[in-house]
């Protein structure tokens, strides 16, 4: 596991031990030390992660949108293949499985899109599916396993990602890729280090983190851990916004400009206004109702702005018709009142069968399907839609993760045009965006110190020599006490 | 006893290649008549690539949460009523380290003294050792000293740096069974007693270090610890025959004065260079001692 070893007679000290645990623990690569030429294509960027990758042997990438990930990640892929000779199992989300096989297929990578086992025949080769069907595989023949987009894992339920775990366990080459983690994100690094065997998740809490006195349940990095947490994040991941985040040129990953447009509603506030429940008017009826923020007054207030936000996200449709349009509704009658306005529009929701969900997901990338309605639970994560750059959102959720997540199904790089993002809302619910705004600053504020952090640590990403005492010391006969 | 990964004894010394925490955690209580060492100044200097290495260190908070129990340790092992004596500085921070981007002093004297009081040691003395701001600009170019500040833009500049010398005590109901430091008029005049209890040391030498021994290939000590200064701390505090302890040892500097005033001396050093060098140091300031006829193994003012 990790490389530090305590020798014996810490144990006078188990305070002091264990401070110099947190500073010291460094994982061990445990990939190829002989790295085979890779393809030429790879920017450079993404040869560094790949190189990185193979040598760690287990190891995340944390590439943000656009920077080609699964590329480096079906390179990596098929290094493991040829130094296995066994095949690679890569895990993607619905629909995004035929566009990693259409990538490979155009990079000259042997990789299979399958559904089931039977689907695995010949040579050794990457073998892509859907999380949702790693139930039809046997896993211990795989040489190595891809988690792409990663970050998926949180929001399956705890036991499918400790099933995820344990069934992986055991395969030598683990590579997970996904987006730049939130900072403050534990949970998702924890996931992540747990999959890859480098440590569990409460031993990394334990290590780095401390129970937040005012925020019940929230853990923070203590403060003297910050650096050593960051530099161990290092010892096994890569993390680019950039590639300047590695020292290499930006040059062609400048996003195209984003506009944001807010659309209100105004509430009708004298339905259900409720009476007063305090002071001398206590009773009585009050005129207009008082929205608070709480999720149940949050819920009614949506219910109640439903069908006037669904016209207003089919009008932004209707006064642009050329253009692919993708819809992100938070719940289910919110796309139904939406789909009801848009004539050809076509949802994919949580309960439908798998085929559909992808033939449609798919049909909507190939851009044969021009309006999609769907959630960004179901289809904000991985999926490449660069060619539209319309979207709308019915309503928002307090959300940041999913909001940033869906925004950048277009806003990435390879978008060639000006993304367009339209957001439905009432006035009485100004305080999700108020919130939504806040914790984007919040991200980016953290974002920007945890680059600064693992940029120096991937730099000197040198490993302290651990302290293994051998002799027994022998004291002279003078000492007394 | 801990475990080291190396040590080495003569008749009156023994040093041991460890991590002084835990060794000193090993050791016997109340064994100890007096300690004197310079410590890692924080994160100054990285002294090794060690994961014990004090210096190599995120930031102060981290430094202290270490050093703490090195101060714990010490006054377990420190006979009751004796004392302990560092030797420290303060730190010039600038823009570039700081969060808020500005420029000043890190009080880590202060910071030394407030930890030794958290962890019962009781704040004994603070002897400032004037140091010459010529030289010191020369030195470090720093801002803070700089004549043309001086004259266009004086809010920047500052004054020099002392260095000082923090004395704690251990204080303890036993201390009475502790034999009394003594000082025989004959060898300690008066007009000794009134230099040595000075406030301020005026007259001592930044570069009266330990500096033969250093092979020509082998790396300088980044800072050790003036011969002269440790001299007078040794001979005002403990008896000749009693043991002083260096945590910190370096490259022997407190071991040899220890030794050439006849006292017994044990260090730890954590680096296996600077142990080594420690070794040779204390072998041949023990032969010195015996032949009665001291090397030159000062450098001196004029080095
Ligand atoms: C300020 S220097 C002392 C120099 C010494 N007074 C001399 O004159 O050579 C501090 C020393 O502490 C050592 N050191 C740092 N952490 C240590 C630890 N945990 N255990 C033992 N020595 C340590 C460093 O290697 C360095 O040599």
Known sequence: MTSHVLSANTGILPEYADLIARKAVAFTPRGFDQIPDLHPDLFPHQRAVTEFALH?????????????????ALEWGRVVVEKTNKPVIMLAPLAVGPQHEREARRFGIDAKYIRTADEIEGPARIYITNYERIDNFLVNQFGGVILDESSILKSFAGVTTR????????????LCCTATPAPNDHTELGQHSAFLGIMDAPEMMSRWFIADQQNAGKYRLKKPAVKAFWRWVASWSRCVSLPSDLGFPDDGYVLPKIRTYEHTVKADRTINAGEESKGKLAGQQRLFRMPDTSATAIHAEKRLTCQDRADLVAECVDSDPEEQWLIWC??????????????GAEEVRGSMQLSLKESRLDAFAQGSLRVLITKPSIAGYGLNLQG???????????????????????????????????????????????VID????????????????????????RVLQTYEPKQEATLPAWISA | MTNVLDQSAGTSWNAYNADTVEFTAGMPTNSIDLSVYSPPFSSLYIYSESERDMGNVDSHDEFFATYRHLIREKLRITKPGRLTAIHVKDLVFYSNSSEKGDRGLYHFTGECIRVHVEEGWTFHRLITIWRCPVKEMQKTKSDRLLYKNFRTDAARTGGGMPEYIAVFRKWNEAMENTPAVVHPPSQFPLDVWQEWASPVWMDTHETNVLNVGAKNDEERHLCPMPLDLTQRIVLQYSNPGETVYSPFMGIGS??????????????????????????????????????????????????
């Open chain 1, 56 to 72: 760690a042997g287990c190891a995340a990438m944390f590439l943000d949108t656009g920077l080609g990930k699964s590329f480096s």
């Open chain 1, 163 to 174: 099933k995820l775990i344990s069934l992986f366990s055991q395969t030598p080459y683990r």
């Open chain 1, 330 to 343: 938070d719940t289910d009658y919110d796309a139904d009142a939406v789909a009801e306005r848009i004539p």
């Open chain 1, 388 to 434: 539209c750059a319309r979207m709308a959102f019915a309503g928002l959720s307090f959300s940041y993760e999913n909001y940033y997540q869906a925004i950048r199904r277009c806003w990435r790089f390879g978008q060639k045009r000006e993304v367009e993002v339209h957001i439905a809302m009432a006035d009485t619910e100004a305080a999700i965006k108020r």
């Open chain 1, 438 to 461: 806040r914790k984007s600053g919040d991200h980016l504020a953290m974002k920007h110190e945890m680059q600064i952090a693992m940029r120096e640590a991937a730099a000197n990403s």
């Open chain 2, 254 to 303: 407190e071991g040899v004065v220890a030794v050439r005033e006849g006292r017994k001396f044990l260090g730890t050093e954590l680096k296996p260079a600077y142990f080594k060098r420690a070794v040779r140091n204390l072998q041949s300031a023990e032969e010195n001692q015996t032949a009665g006829d001291l090397l030159d193994t000062f450098s001196g003012d004029a080095a």
